[in-house]
């Protein structure tokens, strides 16, 4: 089987379960929160083996810990801001002490800091100490926070149309890219990271993008008879930027396997190489979409 063909599959699987979670919420979406954690796990792992190095490594076990600590804090706050299912009256005040009060995910981070500062000291060595304790750092922000702003972003009142916004204009334009750089690829675009990667790969993927987001406003409205709060201008704006903050996801994974000397960050997804291959992108247009959904809510406009 091609790998083109093992990538189609994987991919229409992964859809069907992205869609049953997104649309299931009979079990307070305690299945986003397993699937949640289960890709900060497995993503953590595969990006700690980048930070090997012979004279350090990063405190593994650590970053996972706090980081599955921080996406429970965005579980919890979630509950509180969804509509679909009333939790328990104790998550509830939870949640809004959470997002009103006391912010554990700012105290969470500065308690990873010291404690990662104190295993260093008490257990490694002085070299590499710098390379290790920012390594550690860097898996509950590169994962954890853009994971936990998933769920934020689905809290919103249109929350499943702009979690299907974000993933088309992700995943479309990565599939534009690929195809469009392998069908019409001439000209590189100089990139010492992905030398292979073209303008016309490029440049398809973004077509790709606005063209799939008007497909999906007008599939969307018609299907579910709702007003989406977002025009014809303004997707095609949203879908022309974050189109190209995906490709810069992709570009900074695509830079730390350059520096660790890898090709995929594990073989656990057939055809794509790695969770991390897989979601690079995400982890940036996530939280980009999540942040102009809602400063345009602050400015008073429809969200």
């Known amino acids: 089987m091609s790998e083109t063909t093992l990538r189609i599959l994987s991919s229409i699987a992964l859809v069907a379960v992205y869609i049953f979670m997104i649309f299931h919420s009979a079990w307070y979406y305690v299945e986003f929160y397993l699937f949640g954690s289960a890709i900060i796990f497995l993503g953590i792992k595969e990006l700690y083996a980048f930070c090997k190095r012979e004279d350090s490594k990063p405190f593994v076990g650590t970053g996972i810990f706090f ?17 679909n299912v009333t939790p328990p009256s104790s998550i509830l005040e939870l949640s809004k002490l959470f997002r009103e009060g006391f912010h554990p995910v700012s105290f969470l981070l500065i ?43 689905l809290a ?46 490029y440049i398809t993927g973004n077509l790709s993008a606005i063209l799939s987001v008007l497909l999906l406003n007008y599939l969307w409205e018609h299907f579910s008879g709702l007003k989406l709060p977002m025009g014809t201008l303004e ?40 969770l991390l291959d897989l979601a690079d992108a995400l982890l940036f247009t996530v939280p980009v979409v999540y942040y102009y959904i809602l400063f345009k809510g602050f400015l008073g406009f429809s969200v």
């Open 67 to 83: 980081s599955i600590l921080i996406f429970t804090v965005y579980y919890i706050q979630f509950l509180g801001l969804q509509f």
């Open 235 to 274: 997707s095609i704006c949203l879908a022309f930027v974050v189109s190209i903050i995906s490709v810069m996801g992709d570009l900074a994974e695509s830079a730390m396997k350059r520096d660790a000397k890898i090709k995929d960050s594990s073989q656990l997804i057939p055809g794509h190489g790695g």
């Open 156 to 201: 919103f009142p249109f929350g499943e149309y702009y979690i299907f916004l974000v993933s088309t204009i992700t995943f479309i334009s990565d599939a534009g890219a690929y195809f469009g750089g392998r069908w019409f690829g001439k000209h590189s675009a100089g990139l010492k990271i992905s030398p292979k990667k073209t303008w016309e790969g």
């Open 111 to 153: 308690a990873l800091l010291i404690v990662v500062w104190i295993l260093q000291i008490i257990k490694r060595p002085l070299d590499g100490a710098l390379f290790s304790a920012s390594a550690t750092m860097l898996g509950p922000l590169y994962l954890a926070l853009p994971v936990g702003h998933f769920l934020l972003l």
